[in-house]
């Protein structure tokens, strides 16, 4: 799996989908940049869900607020205090580590001996191996699991009671060894805010501490009013925003992942009090079905329901999804309560609230909120969508399976020989596609090679033109996925790539 991750980064860089930042100079740690193919694929995901949660619903809009945002906002919002992680190094590597994910990697390595362990069995009892059976009874299974679970425990305990002390005294009790160094030799544990900071201000005195947003909730928050007001808005609707987002994380591992700069897709649905478990729940279900219309398979996503809340939730899940390594988060949906606004009209004075003309009463809404991280839904599309076949003449083949309508091109135009006319030809279909799809035109190299490299970007459907176009308008479509052709009149290829491309 975990080759199989490298390749998908490899392939990602080599056709142009992803670049590390500014990697003439080495890049720039969990920092990435979008290329020609990248940039294609990322909007198209951002349009799927802007349509579906905003063109679909007559009850939610959108804004585009800034990134910089009035400071005080985040001292309202909690993340000036509570923004953090905490951070702990090693004295002989110098290595500056995140103390709750070394945790969380000591438990996942106990899991990784369970199944050591399981593996060993297997070996030795071959057919009459019972699997259940064995991880419920082993001495040896059962001893891990239970230093496993404990740590788990005490790490939620410490996390959640932000006591520093508690987190150095489990990495101590648990043996936990630094990676590069292999010590034991820590610092004691701090607090590191993850938000970014510069100054707004052309002089020194005059300069006050602005922060870069580290979600795009808040600014959906400031102006509830705004849009209410102006939108003649009716209690439950909703407001949704894309946009990027900066956080100075600590960890920066498994790509595009986790970013230090990256992009929300957010809304915050506000709704009465007292309501707010029955949209939780629509809102639960109506994002699982938008993952899996994808047609990834309805195996590979999963509900992660949080036990342990932030103080001000009252409900929590993630939609996980089953990358290379493992199910990972890639999207949460929180019920907020009243806290955000609350807090605005708190930190702001201004009076916050919702007047419901029909009961003539007014109250200050609840919010059921929907995030999920653009470039993380990338990775799990692009992770998707990876497929190695060995095709029957042996050969293989690297094809990017992506649903039609995400695909970054829809079609490529191919002239079969670089004369005759058939150019001509080639060059007028994508003149009559290009301004509905984004087409290439394709004369390079044998026809095989063209169909591999459109095959390992995801093109959909290759178009060619042959010499018997010429004579009777028709063309050959190769399908991508099945590899099959068939002949079609040149006519009917608009109406063929526009169903061909509706989700
Ligand atoms: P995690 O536990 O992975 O740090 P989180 O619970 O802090 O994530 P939220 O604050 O709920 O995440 O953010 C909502 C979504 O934004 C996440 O589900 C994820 O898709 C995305 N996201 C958050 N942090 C990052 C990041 N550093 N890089 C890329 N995407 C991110």
Redesign the pocket.
Known sequence: QEELFKKLIAHSKEYGFIFPSSEIYDGLSAVYDYGQLGVELKNNIKRYWWDAMTKLHDNIVGIDAAIFMHPKTWEASGHVGAFNDPLIDNKDSKKRYRADVLIEDWIAKQDEKIEKEVAKAAKRFGEAFDREQFVTTNARVLEIKAKRDAAHEKMTEVLNANDLAGVKALIEELGIVCPISGTKNWTDVRQFNLMFSTQMGSTADGASIVYLRP?TAQGIFVNFLNVQKTGRMKIPFGIAQIGKAF?N?IVARQFI???RE?E?MEMQFFVKPGTEMQWFEHWRQFRMSWHRALGFGDDRYRFHDHEKLAHYANAATDVEYEFPFGFK????IHSRTDFDLSQHAKFSGKKIQYFDTESGESYTPYVVET???V??MFLQVFSAAYTEEKLENGEERVVMRFPAALAPVKAAVLPLVKKDGLPEVARKIVNDLKFDHYVQYDEKDSIGKRYRRQDAIGTPLCITVDHQSLEDGTVTIRHRDSMQQERVKIAELPGIVHDMVSL
């Open positions: 979600e956080r994380e992942f986790r970013m990256f929300q988060e890639v999207e949460g995030s999920i991280g470039d993380r």
